[in-house]
């Protein structure tokens, strides 16, 4: 059984550019989670996704977003990069909610020069 | 709101040394609890978790965690530390709602000496 699969797993921006992070859960998952790993901030969370809804948002910007596609595969996009912005981000899916338990992938580490 | 609070950001223990990481949470319901480890350039491994169902909980890798509702606590525990066991362990909270996301602490890196 395939895991979680994030693509890319090593990402280089420059501020101001945007960038798209990749996420495709566990077949048969149907929510994808979203979030920040940075070394002062621990684990945020972004946002959650199910059946193609937005279900729970974090306190993050408007720059911000994401989308689930019908295949439960899930995209987030970072408009205008900060520096403040690298990190490491990690994508968990589940059945249907947390009380499950997540299972994440190996994350998308996106450094911003 | 649910929170989670993990005592002590590092801890070292000797091989072969009880291994203890504390976790007391917060949670207006009774919670779901997991811990979870990460090892470097890693995502989050789920090591175990508690739905309500026996107070002690058997995980992978010889770990184990107890659920006392009077302190609020789900501390983790193993017997004898091994090497592989370096990481850092987040413990998480969910609330019982069908909407609930997990809430993480701040982590605890586990420091292992020969």
């Not at chain 1, 798209?20 to 989670?33: A, E, K, M, Y």
């Amino acid at each position: 059984k395939a895991g979680v699969t994030q693509t890319p797993r090593y990402l280089i921006k420059t501020r101001g550019q945007q960038v798209t992070l990749s996420c495709s859960p566990i077949s048969g998952h149907r929510s994808v989670s979203w979030y920040q790993q940075t070394p002062g901030q621990g684990l945020q969370f972004l946002f959650e996704y199910f059946s193609e809804t937005q279900r729970n948002k974090g306190n993050f910007p408007g720059r911000f977003s994401g989308r689930q596609f019908s295949n439960s595969r899930s995209e987030m996009n970072v408009s205008t990069l900060e520096l403040g912005d690298s990190a490491l981000y990690l994508c968990a899916s589940s059945m249907d909610t947390s009380n499950y338990g997540y299972t994440f992938g190996s994350g998308t580490r996106l450094t911003v020069v | 709101a649910q929170s989670v609070t993990q005592l002590g950001s590092h801890v070292s223990v000797s091989e072969g040394a009880l291994v203890l990481l504390r976790c007391n949470y917060s949670s207006s319901v009774p919670p779901y609890l997991f811990w979870y480890v990460q090892y470097p350039n890693q995502g989050l491994q789920l090591l175990l978790k508690y739905t309500s169902a026996a107070t002690l909980v058997k995980g992978i890798n010889g770990f184990e965690a107890e659920f006392k509702k009077s302190e609020t606590s789900f501390h983790l525990t193993k017997p004898s530390a091994h090497m592989s066991d370096a990481a850092e362990y987040f413990c998480a909270v969910s609330g019982n709602s069908g909407y609930s996301t997990l809430t993480f602490g701040k982590g605890t890196m586990l420091l292992v000496s020969p």
